[in-house]
């Protein structure tokens, strides 16, 4: 990690996953939770689930008290605002914190030197971002399915997909800060073009949407109408574990041969 796109190890690095100070995985998570910066962000991040919640209110109080605020728009709202917006930003900005500070002031530089397997600073590190980032959107989705008066059921769902989105997340916004530089450029132009636009075009691009499985999972389980997709329900579920789990294996390979950006 020398320079960007350069290979980094010979001697001066310890043998990965060997030795009494190999650094279990808790420790390594815990590092890297602790020091990522960002009271700001996080700060920022709240305000912004809360607000959310104003506009659950907001068009709970526009609606007919008669009938209330059906069910299959508050998914609506929670699909677009929650899943398909704050859930892949807020993962973003949190991956940048904890990839991007760590890089920025040598802490990285440090674990990769250390004797610790590769594949437990490239999990340490997707396991960081979901923690930085699945409460704040578990949060906003609930606060949201809650003041739009949905259901229990809803609410219950709109939980659900949204943890189940930051594990997708996670894995895929930790191996882009460790491939590129500048990995919150690019984080945008895939939550805004690809996931936005591109994964609206058809099944086969939907697949490479984290939002796509993470919506599909809240209409199965919300009782709301599937989205056009057709993404069944074990596929929501497995859909985001398998990107993680891929962009977790690119990641090992990044680290094992030096090249990060």
């Known amino acids: 990690m020398s320079a960007p796109g350069t290979t980094v190890g010979g001697a001066g690095a310890g043998t990965p996953g060997r030795g009494p100070s190999g650094a279990s995985l808790w420790l390594l998570t815990s590092t890297m939770t602790r020091a990522a910066q960002g009271r700001l962000r996080l700060a920022l991040s709240v305000a912004a689930a809360l607000a959310l919640g104003g506009i659950g209110l907001a068009v709970r109080a526009g609606a007919d008290d008669a009938v209330g605020v059906p069910d299959e728009l508050v998914a609506t709202l929670v699909a677009t605002l929650v899943l398909t917006l704050y859930a892949p930003l807020i993962s973003l900005v949190q991956a940048a914190s904890v990839v991007g500070d760590l890089r920025d002031d040598g802490t990285l530089v440090y674990l990769w030197l250390r004797p610790v397997a590769r594949w437990r600073l490239a999990l340490a590190a997707a396991v960081a971002v979901f923690v930085r980032s699945a409460p704040l959107a578990v949060l906003a989705a609930v606060v949201l399915a809650l003041a739009a008066g949905g259901s229990t059921d809803l609410v219950v769902a709109s939980g659900y997909a949204a943890l189940l989105g930051c594990v ?27 996931e936005g636009v591109v994964g609206t075009f058809g099944a086969l691009p939907a697949r490479l949407a984290v939002s796509s499985y993470s919506t599909a999972l809240l209409a199965h389980l919300g009782g709301t109408p599937a989205p056009a997709q057709g993404v069944g329900l074990a596929w929501a579920w497995a859909g985001p574990v398998l990107i993680a789990l891929v962009a977790l294996v690119a990641s090992h390979r990044r680290l094992v041969r030096g090249e990060v950006a």
């Open 168 to 194: 997708g997340y996670a894995g895929l916004f930790s191996f882009l800060g460790l491939a590129v530089r500048r990995a919150l450029v690019w984080g945008l132009v895939y939550v805004l073009v690809w």
